[in-house]
């Protein structure tokens, strides 16, 4: 079965570092989406993206976020100045139509921000 | 915030279906309800929705109630792997984001 690839699958950075998270979605799809959770809470939507645009975008989704298609098949988050409380799984997901019903998550990104 | 309310933790013998509970009383009328669950920390996984009828696939059975309120996941023959975090979301079909409630752990014993 097709399946959502992300990269790294650890990721440790210094607080005020830039990081860029990458994900491969799916080949035919065509909607994208980062969703992150802390440690013991709940999944967080943060950004859904379409068309090479953001579609919605979270209060979370603040100005030092950003998300790029960099060509046909990466995805990817950049966090531009990386706060402790950015420490999380990011999780990149995508589906095939607008609103899907089936989202296809990656196995997630762990964020660690020191 | 989620609209639907979910016991915090289950057990479930292993062979024997699990029946998870969702309370979704505010429900509207143009509004799904989707089941995902999450592997150990793990992407969530879609793994059925309905709107009014009930639904099966491969994976489990959904119940909902006639006035909608309600709801019931059934997985018919629980594994170990199966021992997950359950969550129950509603939403409109085309265009809202899916909003993650703490969800049910379920525990699937041997």
């Known amino acids: 079965e097709p399946e959502v690839t992300q990269t790294p699958s650890h990721q440790v950075t210094q607080m005020g570092q830039e990081v860029i998270l990458r994900c491969v979605p799916i080949s035919n799809h065509l909607y994208f989406y980062w969703y992150r959770q802390i440690l013991g809470q709940k999944v967080e939507f943060l950004v859904s993206f379409y068309n090479n645009e953001i579609s919605e975008k979270s209060e979370i989704f603040d100005d030092q976020f950003s998300v790029e298609r960099p060509d046909g098949s990466n995805f990817t988050l950049k966090i531009r100045s990386t706060k402790l409380e950015d420490s999380a799984m990011y999780f990149c997901?995508?589906?095939?139509?607008?609103?899907?019903?089936?989202?296809?998550f990656g196995s997630g990104t762990q964020l660690s921000v020191l | 915030d989620a609209k639907t309310t979910q016991p915090p933790s289950m057990d479930c013998a292993e062979g024997r279906a699990a029946n998870l509970p969702c309370n979704h009383s505010?429900?509207?009328?143009?509004?799904?309800v989707y089941w995902y669950r999450q592997i150990h920390s793990q992407g969530p996984q879609y793994i059925i929705h309905?709107?009014?009828n009930n639904e099966t696939n491969e994976m489990a059975s959904l119940i909902i109630t006639e006035d909608r309120k309600s709801s019931t996941l059934i997985l018919p023959h629980a594994t170990l792997r199966d021992t997950a975090v359950y969550y129950c979301i509603v939403r409109v079909a085309v265009g809202q984001n899916f909003v993650f409630g703490p969800g049910t752990r379920l525990s699937v014993l041997p």
């Open positions: 309905g709107l009014k």
């Open positions: 505010t429900i509207s009328g143009n509004e799904y």
């Open positions: 997901a995508s589906s095939d139509s607008i609103g899907g019903e089936k989202l296809f």
